[in-house]
């Protein structure tokens, strides 16, 4: 089993209606894929009308390479960073082909490294891979109301 974590700039607002068309889409997709996961979506707080996204994908290695290359050309977001890829031994996310969590600052106060997503500061931790936890810190969201 692999597993891959980024985050990426949502390239416009993305409305509740926005977000519910592309947790649908994503669930059947993967579902068929064996693909599972989180997706998490923090709104901006700078006002530049951009929200974040960040999302940890788990399954078999050609299925995962398929859904990363179809993400990367979504023209829903912008500047992808991969901060993280491995293998696990089993899914962690495996009840969900799509879990879903709408956050906010608060949620991610306490998140060393994630609390300032969306920030300069954060993307140059993102492309050097100075993220310190991420599928900690994903599985920590899976267990707390998605």
Do not use: C
Request: no cysteine; net charge negative; aromatic share 10%.
């Amino acid at each position: 089993m692999n597993y891959l974590i980024y985050a990426s700039q949502a390239a416009r607002p993305m409305r509740s209606e926005d977000l519910a068309d592309l947790l649908e889409s994503s669930r059947k997709r993967n579902g068929e894929n064996e693909i599972t996961g989180l997706l998490i979506y923090k709104a901006s707080l700078s006002g530049d009308d951009h929200g974040y996204f960040m999302q940890l994908l788990e399954g078999p290695s050609s299925a995962l390479a398929a859904t990363r290359t179809r993400i990367e050309a979504d023209p829903r977001h912008r500047n992808m960073v991969v901060f993280e890829e491995g293998d696990s031994e089993a899914r962690s996310f495996g009840d969900w082909s799509m879990a879903f969590r709408h956050v906010d600052q608060d949620d991610l106060a306490a998140m060393e490294g994630f609390a300032d997503l969306g920030s300069p500061t954060f993307w140059s931790r993102a492309r050097s891979g100075d993220l310190p936890d991420a599928l900690d810190m994903m599985r920590w969201f899976a267990k707390e109301d998605v």
